[in-house]
């Protein structure tokens, strides 16, 4: 959230997407945006252990279907509170062991696309926050970014393999990654057009 606000000259009043939202507050890229500068958006989380709690906290918009690549299916959600995942991804990265002990259900899915048409996002975004453990570049493969473009992302990485064809598809799209090495777990990318 320090990275938006800088790269953004301490905007007030902005617009963020956050998803994995966990409970909104705990690890989130968004919390201090809404809270201290007067943003607004949209959180998704389609963990029920995790988002029961947003609503408490937050009052951004809330998105409980699971953000996917495409709209209107049913896939099976690996609940295990800050690590959930969609199943077929628990074991992408190196918390495949801590999720082998989760919690599996159905959950309905909704493209990022269709999720902002559904929520009447504006169609320039502030603010992109990606953490869906290993989802990542599907999603945004399937975006349109023609309809809905971001000033702003941070896309987690784990340093999975999916980390450079991420930052290769958001070049594409006229984004810049910056502070390669400044974090752990996520890239930093700066629309540059």
């Given at each position: 959230?320090?990275f938006?606000?800088?790269?953004?000259?301490?905007?007030?009043?902005?617009?963020f997407?956050?998803?994995g939202?966990?409970?909104?507050?705990?690890?989130?890229?968004?919390?201090?945006?809404?809270?201290?500068?007067?943003?607004?958006?949209?959180?998704?989380?389609?963990?029920?252990?995790?988002?029961?709690?947003?609503?408490?906290?937050r009052?951004?918009?809330?998105e409980?279907k699971?953000?996917?690549?495409?709209?209107?299916e049913?896939?099976?959600?690996?609940?295990?509170?800050?690590?959930?995942?969609?199943d077929?991804?628990s074991?992408?990265?190196f918390?495949?062991?801590?999720?082998?002990?989760g919690?599996?259900?159905?959950?309905?899915?909704?493209?990022?696309?269709?999720?902002?048409?559904?929520?009447?996002?504006?169609?320039?975004?502030?603010?992109?926050?990606?953490?869906?453990?290993?989802?990542?570049?599907?999603?945004?493969?399937a975006?349109?970014?023609?309809?809905?473009?971001?000033k702003?992302?941070?896309?987690e990485?784990?340093?999975?393999e999916?980390?450079?064809?991420?930052?290769?598809l958001?070049?594409?799209?006229?984004?810049?990654?910056?502070y390669?090495?400044?974090?752990?777990?996520?890239?930093?990318?700066?629309?540059?057009?």
């Open positions: 959230d320090i938006v606000l800088l790269e953004l000259n301490w905007k007030r009043g902005g617009y997407v956050e998803f939202a966990t409970d909104g507050k705990t690890l989130s890229n968004t919390y201090l945006l809404e809270k201290e500068y007067g943003w607004t958006g949209l959180l998704a989380e389609p963990s029920a252990s995790q988002r029961k709690d947003i609503a408490a906290v009052n951004a918009r809330i409980t699971c953000v996917w690549s495409r709209t209107g049913t896939l099976v959600f690996n609940d295990i509170g800050d690590l959930s995942t969609i077929a991804f074991t992408s990265d918390h495949a062991e801590a999720r082998s002990g919690t599996r259900y159905e959950a309905q899915t909704i493209s990022l696309t269709d999720m902002l048409a559904a929520h009447d996002a504006p169609q320039d975004i502030d603010y992109l926050s990606i953490d869906t453990e290993g989802s990542e570049f599907e999603i945004l493969a975006h349109d970014f023609s309809k809905y473009a971001f702003v992302i941070t896309c990485h784990n340093y999975a999916e980390r450079q064809k991420i930052a290769d958001l070049a594409s799209k006229g984004y810049v990654r910056k390669e090495k400044a974090s752990k777990f996520d890239d930093w990318y700066v629309r540059s057009i």
